[in-house]
């Protein structure tokens, strides 16, 4: 009998209040002395991740280059053994980030393309991408693509990973200079 594993659903929120990016809309125009100026004063993409009931902030220093961050965390569920009798199984949730500034826009909003690659989402079944839902028959060889506008100080929901109905994994996003201290934030357990 094969293991039962946890059925996960994934919704890529992409919104902001200047902005709501669209996989398939048109870019806005951007300010090129912007990103020459994020060259020389980069800025900072904080990440909150949650996960399993713990909180844990990450920083993607953000020029001209792309930076990530890769986070794995592991869960027990109830599953059928090889043998037939219900035991507590493992499995994994996680996820990689790629970020990358394409634009600055003339208010001072910061565009950025997001690649989530889900090597690690074990339990990971269903995706939405803006509008565009899919299966993944080979999770192990996914990458998906899209673009987030974000403006300093505003805090942005990224994406959120549910197990069962109970959020599994959430991630949020705020923008602040390279060298700015995140407001303290609680740790749950």
């Known amino acids: 009998m094969k293991t039962i594993r946890a059925i996960a659903g994934a919704v890529l929120v992409l919104a902001s209040a200047i902005a709501h990016a ?22 900072a993409l904080d990440l909150t991740v949650q996960s399993l009931g713990k909180t844990s902030h990450v920083k993607l220093t953000l020029t001209a280059n792309p930076t990530h961050f890769e986070s794995k965390q592991a869960f027990v ?34 565009m950025v393309r997001l690649a989530f690659a889900d090597s690690h989402l074990d339990a990971l079944k269903n995706v939405k991408l803006g509008d565009h839902a899919f299966q993944l028959p080979d999770i192990s060889r996914l990458t ?3 673009t987030l506008v974000v403006k300093d100080g505003q805090d942005v929901p990224v994406l959120l990973v549910q197990d069962a109905g109970k959020t599994a994994f959430q991630v949020s996003a705020r923008l602040a200079g390279a060298d700015e201290a995140r407001p303290a934030a609680e740790v749950t357990n």
């Open 22 to 43: 669209d996989v398939t809309a048109p870019q806005p125009k951007s300010d090129p002395a912007g990103l020459a100026e994020l060259a020389k004063n980069p800025k």
């Open 77 to 110: 569920y109830m599953g059928v053994s090889k043998g037939g009798n219900v035991e507590p199984m493992q499995g994994s949730v996680g996820l990689r980030v790629d970020a990358m500034p394409v634009a600055v826009m003339p208010n001072g909003a910061l």
């Open 144 to 146: 998906s693509e899209a």
